[in-house]
């Protein structure tokens, strides 16, 4: 025990050596869940700040209290950022060094802060990042998801209609796709994806990262709900959900998917011709509906120019 201590303490030597400069935004990552994960870099900035811009400066000051530091908070969310940007630059040219922290993980990454790093950027002031916790990518890590490209969406829209809307502009993508979701939002959430995304493709929902209740489930899109609904417990924590990108080849199923409507809208209607699609292909039959009236469009201007 006392090597490891001795150990810690050589380390917060060699990072007390380092230069942190005065005049300078500090984007400090903080833990997600278990206040452990704190890096030893971040703690010696945070005691060296001035003063600590923060979204919500009661949780800030409990996570500081839990590393027996005590700074001067200045509330920063999404609410007042411009307001809170301009007073945190005035500090700034004043020579301050200035802390900027979320509630959890990574500052500017669904969470306030953006708008602040933008607003001192182009204010000539620099701006540092301290690196750190992040929820997206501790679930990626452990997702076990093959793809070396990902697409972070963060929370979708709480409204049905403008949830599916975004969702069908991420369809094709091959990269896996990241979100946030709350606790209450879950079940709809699924429910969206299982509305718009193929059945079979792998999805990944991970609740209560670093946490007590920590849970990481696999399995395909079909079956998300149902695990969902197997245990209340489930449901409960912050979500990211990872869904499997669209397969490479999708340009060619859909062009075998095309040919197959084609053929079918010449003996049938258009909803026939849907449902028969549907169960060839195993595809949404709205989807393949909406596709039919595409081409039989087409086909019917087609006709006309001939």
């Not at 005049?23 to 971040?42: E, K, M």
């Not at 409960?236 to 809208?265: H, M, Y």
Request: glycine share 6%; proline share 5%.
């Amino acid at each position: 025990m006392t090597e490891s201590v001795t150990d810690v303490s050589a380390i917060m030597h060699e990072v007390a050596r380092q230069t942190f400069l005065s005049g300078t935004l500090y984007v400090v990552a903080t833990p997600i869940g278990n206040v452990g994960d704190i890096t030893l870099r971040s703690l010696h900035v945070l005691g060296l700040a001035d003063a600590i811009a923060c979204e919500d400066t009661r949780n800030t000051r409990n996570l500081l209290a839990r590393y027996g530091l005590n700074k001067p908070l200045i509330a920063a969310h999404q609410h007042n950022e411009r307001e809170s940007a301009d007073k945190l630059i005035a500090r700034l040219q004043a020579g301050e060094r200035i802390a900027l922290v979320s509630d959890a993980g990574t500052p500017a990454v669904s969470d306030p802060g953006a708008r602040i790093v933008n607003m001192v950027q182009a204010a000539g002031l620099p701006v540092v990042p301290l690196a750190g916790p992040s929820a997206a990518i501790a679930a990626l890590s452990a997702s076990g998801l093959i793809n070396d490209r990902f697409q972070f969406v963060g929370f979708l829209p709480a409204k049905a209609g403008q949830r599916e809307t975004v969702l069908q502009t991420l369809l094709s993508l091959p990269s896996t796709l990241v979100f946030y979701e709350a606790p209450h939002r879950i079940i709809d959430m699924v429910t969206a994806l299982t509305s718009v995304f193929e059945p079979q493709r792998e999805i990944v929902l991970a609740r209560e990262l670093s946490k007590l209740f920590e849970e990481i489930h696999r399995c395909p899109l079909q079956d998300a709900q149902a695990w969902l609904e197997a245990d209340s417990n489930r449901q409960k924590g912050e979500f990211v959900v990872l869904l499997e990108g669209a397969p490479e080849e999708r340009d060619a199923r859909d062009a075998q998917t095309d040919r197959i409507l084609a053929i079918l809208l010449e003996e049938c209607p258009v909803k026939q011709a849907a449902t028969l699609a549907a169960r060839l292909t195993g595809q949404k039959k709205n989807a393949l509906y909406d596709r039919a009236l595409e081409l039989k469009a087409a086909s019917a201007g087609d006709n006309r120019l001939a």
